[in-house]
C-alpha cells in the first residue's frame, strides 16, 4: 500500500464517524453529551508544577491544543496557594515551559519559542517585565538557578564536525548539485522524536542570570547530560554523563560528575557500572542524592535513592525496603527527602529519613498523558512544606495540587467541561493468572450502562513493557466507550510498581506468560457478566502491539484486532531501532547471530501462520523506536495469508503516533471503524 492510499481511509474514517456516527453526532439544535473526536481540542492538562520557595505561589506550564494549527501549545501560569486565584503568566505566541523560581522568589526563568527558536528568558514578578538572555543555535534543556541567584545553568546540544571520507570535485559557482554524502559512524546514530542525529554531543553552560554571553563548562566527545545542582556555595555544578571511552556501546551506565567553575576541572563522583543520575546538594551542602541501580543486564531495574558525601566515595542506599523504582526525589531538609514513585499504580509522594524510613503522604498523583492512562506524575516541594502536585482521575486530566499542612487541595479545575459529557466508569475486577498471581485488572463501562447487560469488550494493552496503568483519564478509552465498548486494562506481570520481582517475572522471556494474564483478565471479565464473549476484540501499542500480535497468533477468541507501533521480528527490532546496544544485550542477553531461534521464539511473526483474526495494523511514518518496517512485514505476512487487513501509516509522527489532536481522533476512530466492521450485531 503507497503512502497517499495509506492515508485516505483515515480522513474518511474520521469525518465519517465525527460527523455522522450515531455514537459522536450532535443534533444541530443542542449540545452533545457523548464525548466525541472534536473534544479532543478542549482538553488541557497541567505539568511541571514549580512552588515557589516561600510556598505561596505555584507556576505550572497549561497544556492545551489550538483548533487551528492542529498543534498543542503551553503557557505558563501562575496560581496563588491561598486562594486558588490563577493567572497567565507567560502567554501569547509560541511555546512557553520549564518554568524555575530564583532561589528568592523574586524572579522565574523560563523557555520561550515566542521569537522562533527555544530561548532562555527572565521574568521579574513584581513588575512583570520579561528579557530575552539568549540567542542560540539549539535548544536548551535542564535550567536551574546558582544559589545566589546571579547564575542560570542549563544543557544544550554542540554541534561538531561531520565525518570525511575523500573529497568530492570542486562545484562550478551557481551549479546545482545533488546534496553531499552523509557519512554515518556512530553506533546511535538517530533516535525517535529526532530522526537522524546531527553530529554534536550535550555540554553544560552557564550564563549570568541577567545577559551576557554564556560560558560553556564541559567539552570532549561526550554528553553531559541535566538535571544539573549546584553546591551551595555556587562554585561547582553537577551532572551525569558517561565520559568512558566505549561509551556509546554502553547504553545504560552514566556517572556522577562535579565541574569547577573557577578552573574548568571536572571530576567523576561515582564509578560503578550502572547508571547513576539526577544529583541534588543537600541545603547544607554536605551530602549528594542522586538516583541509580546496578547494572545486572536486565532489561528493566528499580531505581533506587542513595546518599553521598558531597566529594564522592562510598554512597548509601536509602530505599533498599522500599521495593519501588524511585522517579524524583528532593531535600526537604539535610536530613529527609521527598520522593515520587508508582506503588499499586498510583503516583505516590513519601518523605524519607537519612535513616531509611519512609513515611507516605499522597498517593493521589497523575500524570500528563491524554491518549491512554498511565500512571506517573509531577511534584516539587517549597521551604515551607508546601508540596505542589499534579492529581487526576478517570473523568479529568492532570490538575494542579497543592499538599498543606497535612492536607490536600486541587488547585484547578481546567476540564470543567467534562462534566457535561457522558463519560464511562471505572471498576477493578478480580483477577488471577493460571499460575495463581494477581493480575490488577481494570474495566471501564460505556456511559449509562445497565448492570447484567453484555457489551462489546476491547482488551487494550500497555506499551513498555517496563510501565503501568491505572485508573486514570484516557481520550482512546472514552472514545471507545462512547462508541458502545467497554474497555478492559491491566498490568500484566512485567509491569512496574508492584515491586522488582513482578517486573522480573518476563525478563528473558517476553511475550510470554503476561500473554496468560491478559486471557484470565478476558476471562474475568466474560464471567462478570459484562464482555459480550462472541464480541472480544483487542488492541494495543508498542510492547502492547508486541503482545496484540502475540495473542491473535495464539487464540483467534478476539474478532479483530489493531496492532499499534509493534515489534514484530525481534532480529530487525534489535538491529534497526534506535539504541542497537541496548535490546540485544538487555532484552536476550545475545545478539542475533549469536542465538538467532531465540529471537524468532519470541517474534510474533512466528505466529503469524496461525492468525485468523481480521488485523488493522497502525505506525507513525517517522518511528525510529519500532520502525514502519516492523509493522510493513507483518502487513505483507497477513496479506500473502489472505487475512483481511489494512495498514495505517499515520504521517509526520514518531513513536508516540498521535503528535496532533486530530491525529489521536483519527486513530481512534479509525480502529473503531475497523471493529465496528466485524461486531457481531
Known sequence: MTFARSLAPLALLLSATMLSGPANSAPAEGPNSAFTGRDLFDLSVATDPQISPDGRSIAYVRQSADIMTDRARSTIWLVDVATGKQQPVVAGAGNHFSPRWSPDGTRLAYFSTAEGSSQLYVRWMANGEAARLTGLPNNPNSLEWSPDGRSIAYDMIVPDEAPKLGTAPAKPEGAQWAAPLEIIDKVNYRADGLGYIKPGYSHIFVISSTGGAPRQLTFGAFNHNGPVSFTPDGRTLLFSGNRNADWERDPVDAELYAVDLGGGAVRALTTRNGPDINPIVSPDGRQIAFLGNDDDGGAFNNFHLYVMGINGGPARKLTGSLDRSIDAAEWSSNNSLIIKYDTEAKGTLARITLDGRVQPLTDMLAGGGLDRPYSGGEFTAARNGNIAFTTGNVHRPADLAVLSGGRTRTLTDLNAQLASKALGEVRELSVASADGLRVPTWLLTPPGY??????????????????????????????????????????PRGSTSYGQAFTDQIQRAYPGKDHDDLMAAVDAAVASGIADPENLFITGGSGGGVLTAWAIGKTDRFRAAAVQKPVINMVSQALNADGPAYFGPYWFGKMPWEDPMAYWARSPLSLVGNVKTPTLIVVGSDDFRTPPAEAEQYYAALQNRKIPTAYIKVPGVGHGITARPSQSAAKASAIIAWFDKYRKK
Do not use: C
Open 450 to 491: 445497565v448492570e447484567g447487560k453484555k457489551v462489546p469488550v476491547i482488551l487494550e494493552i500497555h506499551g513498555g513493557p517496563a510501565t503501568a496503568y491505572g485508573p486514570y483519564f484516557s481520550t482512546d478509552y472514552q472514545l471507545y466507550a462512547a462508541a458502545g465498548y467497554a474497555v478492559l486494562f491491566a498490568n
